[in-house]
């Protein structure tokens, strides 16, 4: 996930430069950048810890062995997620699980279809976040932890395109790669999770809005 | 003219200006007339902004002894 970074840190040019030379200093530098994310994004694939964990594990050996072969068509981190994703994938397939990431989370409505009337205007408007800055800090890290919450409550493949697309800020294009999915999914998949992201801050911020928590059926 | 309900839709599209040039006339005419779905965009910007800034306070990991190891051994592919 997002760090700041301090400006002693290697770009990730360098960064590659040196792990190919096998580089400890850089190999710990992208491994305290990353690991926390790919754990989290592991979970999409695996849901049990000792499982995503050891997913983690073998995408870092995976890394050290094939960092020879990268040559930078994609960013650094999109191409440690796509080996992720790769691993995890196979990890799940092998233990029997059945990945939803093609038939899940498609078709609910990004707002609760009550709040609309016959004519689709809205029946119960959303109010005003005049006091939500998400940069302050005090409110912002409090409303941050209330959206992971609601993000693990998303089916998979919703929570895996917000965490890459939102959180680790990559492109459509790296996101869609990484998952195996299609442009128009990709964007479904990011509104339709995001969606509900929102409408459970909105409950927080306002209890009788009408807004649902949690995930919309 | 789009409705509050296509507005909620769209919305994601718009803000990540993932929509052709005529849908998003469609929608920007909408919101100029439309102050609820002008607080709803303003609500789904906040919460990627939300998404983007948020400080994932997760501990510093460490690599472990056998990733230390296999980096240690591994031949110099750049000579
Ligand atoms: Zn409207």
Redesign the interface.
């Known amino acids: 996930m997002k760090r700041h970074k301090p400006n002693a840190e290697m770009s990730d040019e360098l960064l590659v430069v040196a792990l190919k030379k096998g580089d400890e200093a850089a190999f710990r530098q992208i491994f305290a950048r990353e690991n926390a994310a790919l754990l989290a994004f592991a979970r999409n694939f695996v849901r049990e810890s000792a499982a995503a964990e050891e997913a983690v594990q073998d995408t870092w050996v995976a890394v050290i062995g094939g960092i020879g072969r990268f040559e930078g068509r994609s960013t650094l981190r999109s191409w440690i997620f796509s080996v992720l994703a790769n691993i995890a994938r196979t990890k799940a397939k092998r233990d029997g699980r059945i990945l939803s990431f093609s038939d899940m989370g498609f078709n609910d409505p990004a707002v609760d279809p009550d709040r609309f009337s016959g004519d689709g205007t809205w029946l119960s408007p959303p109010g005003r976040w005049s006091e939500i800055n998400p940069e302050r800090i005090v409110g912002g890290r409090q409303l941050f932890a209330h959206a992971m919450v609601v993000m693990e409550e998303l089916p998979p493949n919703q929570r895996a395109v917000v965490q890459l697309r939102d959180i680790e800020g990559l492109s459509a294009p790296d996101a869609c790669d990484i998952l195996g999915i299609t442009e128009a999914n990709q964007r479904i998949l990011l509104h339709r999770g995001r969606s509900k992201i929102r409408a459970a801050i909105e409950v927080l911020m306002d209890p009788d809005s009408g807004g649902q928590v949690g995930p919309a059926k | 003219m789009l ?4 507005i ?2 769209r ?3 718009y803000l ?1 200006n ?1 929509m052709n040039w005529r849908n998003r006339v469609s929608v920007r005419l909408h919101l100029m007339m439309c102050k ?2 002008r ?2 965009v ?3 910007a ?11 306070t ?7 002894a ?3 190891a ?5 031949p ?3 000579k």
């Open positions: 409705t509050c309900r296509e909620g839709e919305a994601s599209d990540d993932d609820h779905c607080a709803y303003d609500q789904l906040k919460t990627v902004q939300l998404l983007r800034n948020g400080i994932f997760g501990d510093a990991s460490e690599p472990d056998e990733l230390i296999l980096l240690a051994t591994r110099d592919e750049t």
